[in-house]
């Protein structure tokens, strides 16, 4: 169960922050250079720059989770110890991009889809009322 904890953790950190860091900047070029909130909602502009950030995302990452996923099969097989330089060389860089188009959709889908839910969520919080406050706080206590 923890063979692959290390490159799997080893593949999220880079996958999240490059997520977080494109998106923003994205959002910034939207707003300022495209002026998209003149046409578009926040949540729209967030889902778009979600959508970009992933695709973004999927392209810088895809190398390393066919790497997570080699070294998962050679150990599944006994393959013992890999070497990742060895692993480099023996599938080669177009191989390290296997499998990028669903990945791509997969990783773009989701990432438009958290961003947009964030949005929508501070939308939705921002514009409260009480009597809505009170009543999420009594279903919060069930």
Known sequence: LYRCLGPVICRQVPVTSVKFVSYESIVRFFVERL?????????Q???AAGCTAGVICAIMT??????????????ASGGG????????????????????????????????MQWGISVSYTHLRAHETPEHLVCRLLLEKK
């Open 81 to 112: 110890d890999v070497s990742v330089w060895r692993l480099i060389k023996r599938l080669g860089c177009k191989r390290l991009y296997d499998g990028l188009v669903p990945r791509l959709v997969m990783v773009a889908m989701l990432t438009a």
């Open 45 to 47: 502009v967030a889902l």
């Open 35 to 43: 002026h998209a909130l003149e046409y578009l909602s926040e949540v």
């Open 62 to 75: 895809q190398p390393a989770d066919t790497m997570v996923s080699q070294v998962a099969q050679l150990r």
